[in-house]
């Protein structure tokens, strides 16, 4: 069965190795499309958003080779404008995929991308922006297609920010003619990386990690090789899982410096964080809480995909808690699975108020996207007695192997 069995009440102790991030992989996979030769992409996480992409870049011509964590990518053969419906309808990142097309090969179909149902998650903007670069857009029903003799740079004033159009419109400068620049852009670690990878093959771009990115084209970009960094998200869910249930946990490899933001957080929500120079130790449900209301934002706010999680440890805190999320209008789904558990959760718009003190206990619920999922099987670890979340994939999306990564910590969790 597609789910996961979690026997709730133990106290997580011991350690686990963070694995490399989703949302650094994906654009940096995306990119290799504009290189000739073969790329090595090392600490790739072995999850099934990776897999699709390795998919969508072998149906596009790429020779594609995993070998543990580490991916080759070599795209000297790219040669389809045309990506396979099943990949791109379940992965939202698919349309990154545009910008570096368009780059190579000029003209790409495809249609609207899938990924977690979270909200409307449109991709006016990336459109919008790519036809201020030279891209002529046809959009139908299901889908578009795009063409572009030659990419140009351009001023790209975006009325918001959106971390996968600043990713898409980062590849499709980087090979353009002239200079484009980017403001407001994502300032998003993932975005740091994509720059750190296209900056050691060759590209010029200013500005990574700042809202206003100046990239100047370059002719062409040559092949290298790029450690993806360690999944700021995963060590979250992880800490809101050890703040929930109590005990030690050791994070190997937690990237702390783009976590400052969930640490304070949960500093000021009772738990203790030690810092060593491999990780860090989470000592969890000993302390006072003083503050538990988070809004959720743009890096570096708090981030909305550990909005869930978080959500979690406020129902089965004493104090409760209130949450402001400003960036996906749906991603209160969590909600009713959580209330069947016995948690008592109101909702105001986009403002949600946890109440304190619930004693959350084991029910059948179903996992609806990936983060929520996960934090659905942080809800079940603190409940008393059993728990059955379905809807595994959802959750395999993004974590490698989740039901390991907790036994390593103590928890009493199986397939099912
Ligand atoms: C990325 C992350 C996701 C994270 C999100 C916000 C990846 C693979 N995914 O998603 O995990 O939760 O950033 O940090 O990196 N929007 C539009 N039109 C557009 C584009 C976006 O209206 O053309 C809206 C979205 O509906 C959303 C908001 O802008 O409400 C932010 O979305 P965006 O930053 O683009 O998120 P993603 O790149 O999809």
Redesign the pocket.
């Known amino acids: 069965m597609d789910a996961i069995r979690i026997y709730g009440g133990n106290c997580l102790n011991g350690q686990t190795r963070i694995q490399g991030s989703?949302?650094a992989s994906?654009p940096i996979l995306a990119a290799t499309l504009l290189i000739n030769g073969t790329c090595e992409i090392e600490n790739c996480p072995d999850i099934s958003d990776v897999y699709h992409m390795q998919r969508l870049l072998e149906s596009l011509g790429c020779s594609v080779e995993r070998e543990g964590t580490l991916v080759r990518v070599d795209a000297t053969g790219l040669s389809e404008c045309r990506m396979p419906s099943d990949s791109v309808g379940v992965m939202?990142?698919s349309v990154m995929l545009v910008g570096a097309l368009l780059a190579r090969i000029g003209s790409i179909c495809m249609e609207y991308p899938g990924?977690c149902v979270i909200?409307?998650?449109?991709?006016?903007?990336?459109l919008f922006s790519l036809r201020q670069m030279g891209v002529a857009i046809e959009e139908k029903e299901n889908g578009f297609c795009a063409k572009a003799a030659k990419l140009h740079g351009a001023t790209l004033m975006l009325p918001?920010?959106?971390?996968?159009?600043t990713e898409n419109l980062i590849l499709a400068a980087v090979l353009a003619d002239g200079v484009t620049v980017i403001e407001p852009a994502?300032r998003?670690p993932?975005i740091q990386a994509l720059c750190e990878f296209l900056q050691s093959a060759g590209a010029q771009i200013e500005g990574a990690g700042t809202e206003r990115l100046v990239i100047n084209g370059v002719k062409s970009l040559m092949p290298v090789r790029y450690r993806v960094p360690a999944d700021r998200i995963v060590a979250g869910t992880y800490i809101s899982a050890c703040m929930c249930t109590g005990g030690r946990v050791f994070l190997q490899n937690a990237p702390v410096h783009h976590m400052k933001s969930v640490l304070s957080y949960a500093d000021k929500m009772g738990a203790a964080i030690e810092y060593e120079s491999d990780g860090i130790l989470v000592i969890g449900k000993d302390h006072e809480s003083t503050c538990n209301i988070v809004t959720t934002g743009?890096y570096p706010a708090f981030?909305?995909?550990l909005q869930s999680p978080f959500m979690v440890v406020m129902a089965a805190s004493t104090a409760g808690g209130r949450i402001e999320e400003t960036?996906?209008?749906n991603r209160f789904r969590i909600v009713p699975e959580l209330r069947k558990m016995g948690a008592n959760i109101m909702i105001h718009g986009n403002v949600a108020y946890i109440g304190g003190d619930s004693k959350l206990h084991g029910a059948i619920v179903e996992a609806q996207e990936l983060r929520g999922g996960a934090a659905l099987v942080v809800a079940a670890l603190s409940a008393e007695g059993t728990s059955i979340v379905t809807n595994r994939h959802y959750i395999d999306r993004g974590y490698e192997d989740i039901v390991l990564s907790l036994r390593d910590l103590g928890a009493d969790v199986e397939l099912a």
């Open positions: 989703k949302n994906l939202r990142s990924g909200g409307a998650r449109p991709i006016d903007l990336h918001f920010v959106s971390v996968g159009a994502a998003e993932e743009c981030p909305t995909d960036v996906f209008e």
